[in-house]
């Protein structure tokens, strides 16, 4: 999924939707009909069946940017199918319509209380199912009943509470507090082009980038509190938990790296226990922001806090060099 993308954007409006709820309603059945044959020396009943109401399915697709179509329209709907008509003519089938959705996207009925997940692209699912027609009075004679005048009412189409949750999935998750130089490093190893600057938050919703088919998601800095809705809260430790492998980057000009490591490894443990255990290669970034000496100082100290610890900085091409040849390695490995 995602192979042959580059860059997945987030729609024209800038905006990444992941979580929406719609209401989701089938077509109705078409109603049958009352017909008699019109030919001449031809008796008997003529009314056609009602067609069946559209139903509503849910395919994937790579764009993340396709949840925003729901942001205004709240109420989908299928066409509902036609009704019956004279001289055995059933009516016209209601066309079904096909929401296109993000891949990783989990599809929650919460009317019926079940959830279902989209996980390739082209992948189709039935949200809603349509009603069936009713039949026409050509259905209901008999020996005894030659002349009948009964009819069916066409079943209403089902009609659903659905909630879209879109979890990305990406083989590499880059993570760390605000400005700790997720951004930069995903502009280098992709195409992508993530907004960077020396603020909180510059990354409010997730960037996708791909490195030689390693799908690489750049996820808004975590702070403390992240695991109960502070800052940008739980919405993106969801999209982290669908990576495969992390890259924690901790900032070399932070005057505590130990502590900025263990603020977003305690969170991570927080929100699941599972997150917390994903493979990770922890990178002291920024590296050309601290002298030699301190540098040296501040590795020590997150090597005793953290396995496979690394210097980085996207202003050194040795150290950028060790990046790719991890990431060389975990695209052999699938």
């Not at 990576?243 to 790296?257: K, M, N, Q, Y």
Request: proline share 4%; aromatic share 8%.
């Amino acid at each position: 999924m995602f192979r042959d993308v580059f860059f997945i954007g987030i729609g024209s409006a800038g905006m990444l939707i992941d979580d929406v709820t719609i209401k989701a309603e089938a077509g109705d059945g078409g109603r049958g009909a009352v017909a008699f044959n019109k030919n001449l020396l031809a008796l008997g009943p003529a009314g056609g069946s009602g067609g069946r109401g559209g139903s509503i399915y849910a395919e994937g697709v790579s764009d993340l940017g396709t949840l925003g179509q729901f942001r205004y329209e709240k109420d989908v709907r299928a066409q509902s199918g036609g009704g019956g008509r004279p001289q055995f003519c059933d009516g016209i089938d209601g066309s079904d319509r096909v929401l296109k959705i993000p891949v990783g996207t989990v599809v929650h009925n919460l009317t019926k209380g079940y959830a279902r997940e989209i996980v390739r692209v082209g992948e189709r699912i039935r949200i809603a199912r349509g009603g069936r027609g009713g039949w026409g009075n050509f259905h209901f004679r008999s020996s005894v009943n030659t002349t009948p005048r009964e009819f069916e009412e066409g079943t209403p189409g089902e009609r659903f509470d659905i909630r879209f949750e879109l979890k990305l999935i990406a083989d590499i998750g880059l993570i760390g507090l605000p400005n700790a130089g997720k951004s930069s490093l995903l502009n280098e190893l992709t195409r992508a082009s993530a907004k960077v600057a020396n603020y909180p938050f510059t990354t409010l919703e997730p960037n996708l980038g791909v490195h030689y088919g390693l799908i690489l998601a750049d996820i808004p800095g975590l702070i403390e509190g992240a695991s109960h809705g502070k800052g940008l809260g739980i919405k993106f430790l969801r999209h982290v938990e669908r990576t495969r492998i992390l890259f924690h980057l901790v900032a070399a000009d932070s005057a505590h790296p130990v502590k900025d490591y263990r603020t977003v490894k305690n969170e991570l443990k927080k929100y699941s226990k599972e997150l917390a255990q994903k493979k990770e290669y922890v990178f002291l970034s920024k590296s050309d922001t601290a002298s030699p000496a301190e540098l040296k100082k501040k590795l020590v100290a997150l090597k005793k806090a953290a396995k496979n610890v690394l210097p980085l900085s996207i202003h050194d091409w040795d150290s950028m060099e060790k990046v790719k040849k991890i990431l060389a390695k975990i695209q052999a490995k699938k």
